[in-house]
Nanobody, 123 residues
């Protein structure tokens, strides 16, 4: 089992940047593919970005491609989401997730979730 704790959310103006972090504890971090998802009020949780166990493969939602970057530091048991050029529509609770299968964009493939961190982008 792995426990996930997100941090780094907050309030930022449109065009600004934030970096989210997700610290993992428990079983070997490097054995998990990691993902970031988000959920805006009244909407379903959606995929944002994912990274393979080694960090060599990444996936992004079209809505964030070119603006967000996912990275991981296996030595620090941490996954990051660098968010640049933020837009009001990026406002959501952001969740870190870990999965034991192949790296995917599907929510159902991730078995472990953090508690979420709020990101609010003002216009």
């Amino acid at each position: 089992q792995v426990q996930l704790v997100e941090s780094g959310g907050g309030l930022v103006q449109a065009g600004g940047s934030l970096r989210l972090s997700c610290a993992a504890s428990g079983r070997t971090f490097s054995s998990y593919a990691m993902g970031w998802f988000r959920q805006a009020p009244g909407k379903e949780r959606e995929f944002v970005a994912a990274i393979s166990r080694s960090g060599g493969t990444t996936y992004y939602a079209d809505s964030v491609k070119g603006r967000f970057t996912i990275a991981r530091g296996n030595a620090k048991n941490t996954v990051y989401l660098q968010m640049n050029s933020l837009k009001p529509e990026d406002t959501a609770v952001y969740y870190c997730a870990a999965g034991q299968g192949v790296t995917t964009t599907r929510l159902v493939d991730y078995g472990y979730w953090g508690q979420g961190t709020q990101v609010t982008v003002s216009s």
